[in-house]
């Protein structure tokens, strides 16, 4: 087990663990759309922020889309948070397995 912590990942891997762990930036796209949306009430038909608001839905519908089956492509190769967070740091040197008699 600990050589796994020392495999390199795939490209593949690194991207969806980026897209994974990003949760922020999907929370911001849903921020981002619902004031776009907002704006969109508020002042009417103008180009630029119908523009903007297609763009943030289209990124939306992407992301929604790809979360899911991201985390079950990661899932299904035993790739988990936890094995995926600090991969490059190794083990801990302090362990807290160590029994003190």
Do not use: C
Not at 3 to 11: D, L, P
Not at 46 to 60: G, H, P
């Amino acid at each position: 087990m600990v050589a796994y912590y020392f495999t390199s990942k795939t490209q593949v891997e690194a991207i969806l663990l980026l897209f994974i762990e990003s949760g922020a930036l999907f929370a911001l796209i849903q921020l981002s759309n619902v004031i776009i949306d907002a704006l969109d009430t508020i002042h009417g038909a103008n180009d630029s922020i119908y523009n903007a608001r297609l763009f943030l839905e289209t990124i939306y519908i992407y992301s929604a889309a790809m979360n899911p089956g991201a985390l079950v492509v990661l899932v299904h190769t035993g790739n988990t948070y936890e094995q995926s967070f600090h991969l490059e740091d190794g083990p801990l040197e302090n362990d807290s397995t160590d029994v003190i008699s």
